[in-house]
């Protein structure tokens, strides 16, 4: 073991961690101002109220956040673009370009470690919003240049909790305190969660009709809740499209809106599924074969896996020759290692300095640092050998 310390992957700048707080702020809140509703309670205007802000603001978030600024999986024109595009941003969500782009990582890193919202790597709570509260969510807004041309998106971005702090309080103003709690505050809440269910739950549970390399399923009750999103096993097959219900049974409310919008010219070139895609014949990547291989494989405990076998082995000479093996590969890294100057390592000067500065003038310091030196490059060998050596699961 060595002392080399490496910068834990969880660590943030400030910067980082102010970074997250904004996205914070209103998800907490408007949790807490729900239980305005206990001193208000519900009436029929309030809740009509919260049914038509849900549904248009899920559908804000379905066409605009996610078909159109991740997907481009359809054309609008600049009114309409930001129409929808606003709509979403009423649900609290961070800014529209954020969140595409946030979401063109999800489909790059889907269910790999990198992947923000993956409950394969960080379980299903962390997966549905215990990731907004981890500080390294920042996303690649290189990934969203496409859409960040445009100045009434970026104008939208930099104001992006402008558009849901005027409906909540217009809500309030027009309505009283039933339709802010009621309307407003539980609508946003359900909005959060549906679209957070798509991380978590279509991650989760449902089936798998395509290989994706990844954990993404169909849901047919968060395909009603999120207005066709729940059709998540199909999208990450094939996510380009403005459909994500494949089959006539799948419905996809936000591709009814869309088809009838592009009716009266509003919208237009809806991306279809080719028929390949529809019947599933779509060869799969290498790189889909290689993430599912890896997964099955994880199905299996490879430390308990080498453990049978070494018992297993006890009595035979298999593990004496792997033994053997072993040692020389890495004895033979190390020899090579131990030719060559390995750069960035601190000399014996750098080392004495430091021990100066942390012992008094002891004896034998002389032999510590040289001992410390040593010790250094024989733990950075073996680390390169390990790390340099082939993964076998
Ligand atoms: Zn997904
Ligand atoms: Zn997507």
């Known amino acids: 073991m060595t002392s080399l310390t490496t910068k834990p992957a969880d660590s943030a700048t400030r910067s980082e961690r102010e970074s997250l707080r904004?996205?914070?702020?209103?998800?907490?809140?408007?949790?807490?101002?729900?239980?305005?509703?206990?001193?208000?309670?519900?009436?029929?205007?309030?809740?009509?109220?919260?049914?038509?802000?849900?549904?248009?603001?899920?559908?804000?978030?379905?066409?605009?956040?996610?078909?159109?600024?991740?997907?481009?999986?359809?054309?609008?024109?600049?009114?309409?673009?930001?129409?929808?595009?606003?709509?979403?941003?009423?649900?609290?969500?961070?800014?529209?370009?954020?969140?595409?782009?946030?979401?063109?990582?999800?489909?790059?890193?889907?269910?790999?470690?990198?992947?923000?919202?993956?409950?394969?790597?960080?379980?299903?709570?962390?997966?549905?919003?215990?990731?907004?509260?981890?500080?390294?969510?920042?996303?690649?807004?290189?990934?969203?240049r496409d859409f960040a041309q445009y100045p009434e998106l970026r104008w939208l971005e930099k104001n992006q909790y402008l558009p849901g702090m005027a409906l909540g309080l217009g809500c309030y103003l027009l309505g009283g305190w039933d339709a802010l709690f009621v309307g407003f505050c539980l609508s946003t809440v359900l909005v959060y969660h549906v679209t957070f269910m798509i991380n978590s739950l279509a991650h989760v549970f449902g089936r798998q009709r395509f290989l994706t390399g990844d954990d993404s399923r169909n849901n047919a009750v968060l395909a009603v809740l999120a207005m066709g999103e729940g059709w998540h096993n199909n999208h990450h097959y094939y996510p380009s499209t403005a459909r994500a219900g494949f089959r006539w049974y799948e419905i996809d409310m936000t591709y009814y809106v869309l088809w009838v919008l592009s009716k009266f010219g509003l919208v237009w070139d809806l991306r279809q599924p080719p028929q390949s895609v529809l019947r599933g014949t779509k060869a799969p990547t290498a790189r889909i074969i290689d993430q599912t291989a890896g997964h099955l494989a994880s199905a299996f405990c490879v430390d308990e896996l080498s453990q049978r076998i070494r018992t297993a082995w006890a009595d035979s000479h298999h593990m004496d020759e792997v033994k053997a093996r072993a040692r020389q590969a890495r004895d033979s890294v190390e020899a090579y290692l131990a030719d060559i100057e390995l750069p960035h390592l601190p000399t014996l000067d750098q080392l004495r300095t430091l021990a100066r500065r942390k012992f008094a003038n002891v004896p034998a310091l002389e032999d510590v640092v040289q001992r410390a030196h040593a010790r250094l490059v024989t733990a950075v060998s073996e680390r390169l050998a390990s790390d340099l050596a082939p993964q076998t699961a």
């Open 22 to 144: 904004p996205s914070i702020i209103p998800f907490i809140g408007l949790h807490i101002a729900c239980l305005g509703i206990l001193w208000t309670g519900f009436t029929v205007e309030s809740v009509v109220l919260c049914a038509i802000l849900y549904v248009i603001r899920v559908f804000g978030i379905t066409a605009g956040y996610h078909r159109l600024l991740a997907h481009r999986s359809f054309k609008a024109g600049r009114v309409t673009q930001f129409l929808i595009v606003l709509a979403g941003s009423m649900s609290l969500q961070r800014g529209p370009l954020w969140w595409a782009a946030k979401h063109r990582e999800h489909h790059r890193d889907s269910d790999t470690p990198a992947d923000a919202h993956s409950p394969r790597h960080y379980g299903f709570w962390g997966a549905h919003m215990g990731w907004i509260f981890r500080p390294r969510h920042k996303a690649d807004m290189n990934l969203i």
